[in-house]
Structure formats: C-alpha cells, structure tokens
T-cell receptor, first 114, second 111 residues
Framework: GAVVSQHPSRVICKSGTSVKIECRSLDFQATTMFWYRQFPKQSLMLMAT?????????EQGVEKDKFLINHASLTLSTLTVTSAHPEDSSFYICSARGSTDTQYFGPGTRLTVL | RKEVEQDPGPFNVPEGATVAFNCTYS??????FFWYRQDCRKEPKLLMSVYSSGNEDGRFTAQLNRASQYISLLIRDSKLSDSATYLC????????????FGTGTRLLVSP
C-alpha cells in the first residue's frame, strides 16, 4: 500500500511556542491531504482538508490562524500549531489521498505542551 | 446525535470466539463505508471496505444495511493479535470525500 510519513513522531514543547508537523506521501502524489486530531479515548476528528496549491478548508470550531496548514507540493503538507497551549496536547494524524478514494494515514505525531 | 455511533466496549472474548460489532450512521447520503483497526497509540489502518452485498476477507465479514443505516463487522476464530480498537468510518461525500470516524469499539482477546 501507499506510504505516508510524519515528522516528528513525538514533540514536547513549552507553552507559547510554535510546532511544525510535516506529512509526506512517499510513493504517490497526494492531491488532497487531511489533518486529524485525536484526544485520549475519543475518535479522530477532522481538523482541515488541504489541496495542493490552495487554501485549506477548516472544520467548524478549528481556528485557522492557530493551526496553519500549507500544502506546497503534491507530496508535502505541513501543520503548524502556533502559540501552543497545554489543551493543544493531542495525537495529530495526517492522511493523504491520491488518484483513488482511499486515504492513507501517517503514523501520527504526539504533541505534549507543558 | 453523533454522525457515527459505536458501542465503545470493551468486548472481552477468549481465543477462538466469534465476536460482532455494530455501528449506525446518521447521514443517509453517506457514500462509502469502512472498518479501520487502531492499535494503542498508533494510526488507524484500513481493515476492509463495506459493501451493500456484504463482503468477507478471511475471518472478517462486513455487512451494510442502507435502509437501517447500520454496519456490522464479524470476526470469527478470534486471535490474540485481533486485540485492538475497531473504528467504523463513513465517507459522507462532498467535494473532499470527508471521512467521519466513530469512537471505536475496543476488543480484548484473551488466551
């Protein structure tokens, strides 16, 4: 199956700092990438959808100025959590979709904000 | 009402048992349906798609009832390695083919 990587896999940062997470499709071109967040014992919640070269579409309740998404190429999307706070601590997972409807998930990034 | 509802479990079963999970969805315009498996602190992995005619993949059988907006997953001859959380996932369509995830049903298979 297609491979999607995320970096870093784990990050611990101080409150107020910004954190960038990268999502790459390694062996296919992803026209659409998705960013999800999962809090403990809860389901994955879609945060935003990004298409290469255009602005991301954010889900209701997700602050676009706080969660900056860039999809600069067909293989890379980045999520920047700006001025992170402890309540932003979560498991962030990206997925990528190529020419088929199947979404391939990255391994996730565990963010802890102190 | 949640868009996708599942019994969170946990379902505790012995090895070799048969276990069934159910899921209901609220959006009648949903286009496609999936079961994903998620291990602790890992990303979800696609287990199987679910078709109206029902489909089987080895020990796993999935069924879809569009009229009742109900999806099921049956696991036969449970293995220890089947222990995981099983996520019911619905593609509600739209331009971006948005996936909506249930909270998952936890399965624990014991020796």
């Amino acid at each position: 199956g297609a491979v999607v990587s995320q970096h870093p896999s784990r990050v611990i940062c101080k409150s107020g700092t910004s954190v960038k997470i990268e999502c790459r499709s390694l062996d296919f071109q992803a026209t659409t990438m998705f960013w999800y967040r999962q809090f403990p014992k809860q389901s994955l919640m879609l945060m935003a959808t990004s298409n290469e070269g255009s602005k991301a579409t954010y889900e209701q309740g997700v602050e676009k100025d706080k969660f900056l998404i860039n999809h600069a190429s067909l293989t890379l999307s980045t999520l920047t959590v700006t001025s992170a706070h402890p309540e932003d601590s979560s498991f962030y997972i990206c997925s990528a979709r190529g020419s088929t409807d199947t979404q391939y998930f990255g391994p996730g990034t565990r963010l802890t904000v102190l | 009402r949640k868009e996708v509802e599942q019994d969170p479990g946990p379902f505790n079963v012995p090895e070799g048992a048969t276990v069934a999970f159910n899921c209901t969805y609220s959006n009648s315009a949903s286009q496609s349906f999936f079961w994903y498996r998620q291990d602790c602190r890992k990303e979800p992995k696609l287990l199987m798609s679910v078709y109206s005619s029902g489909n089987e993949d080895g020990r796993f059988t999935a069924q879809l009832n569009r009229a009742s907006q109900y999806i099921s997953l049956l696991i036969r001859d449970s293995k220890l390695s089947d222990s995981a959380t099983y996520l019911c996932v619905v593609n509600i369509g739209g331009g971006f083919q948005k996936l909506v995830f249930g909270t998952g049903t936890r399965l624990l298979v014991s020796p």
